[in-house]
């Protein structure tokens, strides 16, 4: 059965876009990256039957830079278990429930929202299938089937970095926060809250969202997540807030201002 979100919003401020060519690794020291072993280049996409062992850890960031699409996977999520952003069709994919077997996630109740289109339909599923570096990706989204191949990316940024003020040159949005989690974003709506952090990535359960055009969108409820990534040489700022009225997202690039 599909259901219509009443409102929805997306704000995107820049595209994902891979560097070609570029085998660098990662700008920053891994000194400054929350503790993640399972780090590794956007290089290695190779896996086969041994790569599937029990012992991989599948929460982590990853990313597709051939098909511009980022995931975050945290498989304690209670609503969820993965968050996925297509950068091409300016649509943000989430789920209601998971479960895991090994080192498989089967996610069902798939929402799927763009610009222009909301889903859901809790019929729907996606599997997504492990390995040391990388993950698989496949589904039907949208009623259409859809697959991914996601490299692993490195742990977000760790918040005495992060400490600042950022602004995107092309939109003249402004991303600010401190080494307590304190944060607030303007462009379009103001976003503000305090984040704590959830293994790779950072949270706030009640995050504020107040100004927007629309004032429907204004409320204190929103589930706010926060990472970032390394694509080539660039450090991206990722932002998703969610409620039962509008999902705000972004993607800005962060290696000017570091």
């Known amino acids: 059965m599909k259901q219509t979100k009443m409102l929805s919003m997306v704000l995107l401020s820049l595209m994902l876009t891979a560097c070609g060519g570029d085998s660098t690794g990662p700008v920053i020291n891994q ?51 993965f968050v996925l ?13 998971h479960t895991i077997s090994g080192t498989r996630m089967t996610a069902t109740g798939i929402s799927y929202l763009s610009s222009s289109a909301y889903s859901m339909n809790m019929e729907d599923s996606v599997t997504l299938t492990f390995y040391r570096q990388s993950v698989s990706f496949m589904g039907v989204i949208n009623d259409q089937l859809t697959s991914y191949s996601l490299d692993r990316n490195s742990g977000s940024l760790s918040l005495e970095t992060l400490d600042g003020t ?25 976003i503000s809250g305090t984040v704590y952090q959830k293994k790779h990535y950072y949270r706030d359960d009640a995050a504020s969202v107040t100004g927007c055009s629309d004032a429907t969108f204004d409320r204190d409820d929103y589930q706010f997540i926060l990472f970032t990534l390394i694509v080539g040489d660039t450090n991206y700022l990722v932002t998703i807030a969610d409620s039962s009225v509008a999902t705000l997202w972004r993607l800005m690039p962060l290696e000017e201002t570091l």
């Open 166 to 190: 950022y602004t995107n040159s092309e939109t003249g949005d402004t991303f600010s926060i401190d080494v307590a989690g304190n944060f607030t974003i303007n462009g379009g709506c103001t």
């Open 85 to 97: 952003l297509d950068t091409d069709d300016s649509a943000v994919v989430m789920n209601t429930s």
């Open 31 to 81: 000194d400054n990256l929350m503790n993640n072993s399972n780090t590794t280049s956007n290089n290695d996409t190779s896996h086969s039957d041994s790569d599937t062992t029990t012992s991989i850890d599948i929460d982590g960031i990853y990313v597709d830079v051939d098909n511009n699409v980022v995931m975050m996977v945290d498989e304690d999520t209670e609503d969820g278990g």
